[in-house]
């Protein structure tokens, strides 16, 4: 993992920035989420069902918000991410809103140093696994913090969503679905806030659904499904059309946009 530090290094940095130009953006909705609104999807609800007393493990959870969304739902819940703007954020708003989160700054990959606990529940959502160069130890972390028979749920753009490359305003087809090389961009602006002056400096890598699924297999979890979808719930792509449930498809709904999985630890 040494040899990936330098990307992480950078990526971490772009997080930081990124923190409160998301805080202050539409997309995240700050004044509705602290009013008492859920930052989850309803498919993401019905698929945990009630979490009253269960605990949970969020997996680059950003700021927060969704971690906070579970807690509020009863869930004893422990938030992981790589940005220390973002944990103390997190940190902030669930002292602020008298919730019991526990939030730890580390990379994902090193969960297991630093989040002894096992858990009923691990959860990750949106843009997450792109930052990983390996899914295998991914997928070992998640099953270690799973306790026997516990859940693991995610919600991800899907792969073919990430082989083209956006920065021109139109999709043009430039990564492999599986691709090893790391892939860099620079650009202006985040996802949250086209508009914003903030230098945005990533790497990442492409996973197709055969690595997701072997790295949580082979980790020991049963795959219960896996749920393509054409629309996202997020208008973070170009030339995407409203649908009449407010979620956002592409114009001929050639490829999915989303994909949910949900697994077991056996």
């Not at 700050?30 to 993401?44: N, R, V």
């Not at 730890?104 to 959860?123: E, S």
Request: aromatic share 12%.
């Amino acid at each position: 993992m040494s040899d990936n530090s330098k990307y992480f290094a950078v990526n971490k940095a772009t997080w930081n920035t990124k923190v409160k130009v998301h805080a202050n953006s539409d997309m995240y909705n700050m004044q509705a989420f602290k009013d008492g609104k859920s930052s989850l999807m309803s498919y993401e609800i019905d698929a945990l069902g009630d979490v009253k007393g269960k605990s949970l493990l969020h997996l680059q959870c950003h700021f927060g918000q969704d971690t906070l969304s579970w807690s509020r739902a009863g869930a004893k819940c422990t938030g992981v991410d790589l940005s220390d703007e973002g944990i103390k954020l997190a940190k902030s708003l669930n002292t602020e809103l008298n919730l019991d989160a526990q939030f730890v700054c580390c990379n994902v990959l090193d969960t297991a140093k630093h989040v002894k606990d096992t858990f009923d529940v691990v959860f990750t959502s949106y843009g997450v696994i792109g930052w990983l160069p390996d899914l295998k130890p991914w997928g070992q972390i998640i099953a270690d913090k799973l306790k026997k028979g516990g859940t693991f749920y995610m919600a991800e753009f899907h792969p073919i969503v990430w082989m083209f490359d956006y920065l021109d305003g139109k999709p043009i087809m430039t990564y492999g679905y599986m691709q090893d090389e790391a892939i860099y961009e620079e650009y202006e602006g985040t996802y949250a806030n086209e508009s914003s002056k903030m230098i945005s400096k990533e790497y990442g890598w492409n996973h197709g659904l055969s690595e997701v699924i072997n790295a949580l297999t082979n980790a020991g979890l049963q795959i219960e499904y896996l749920k393509e979808h054409n629309a996202s719930p997020y208008n973070v792509l170009p030339d995407l059309i409203e649908n009449n449930d407010g979620f956002y498809e592409t114009k001929d709904k050639l490829y999915p946009l989303i994909f949910e999985l949900k697994a077991t630890k056996v």
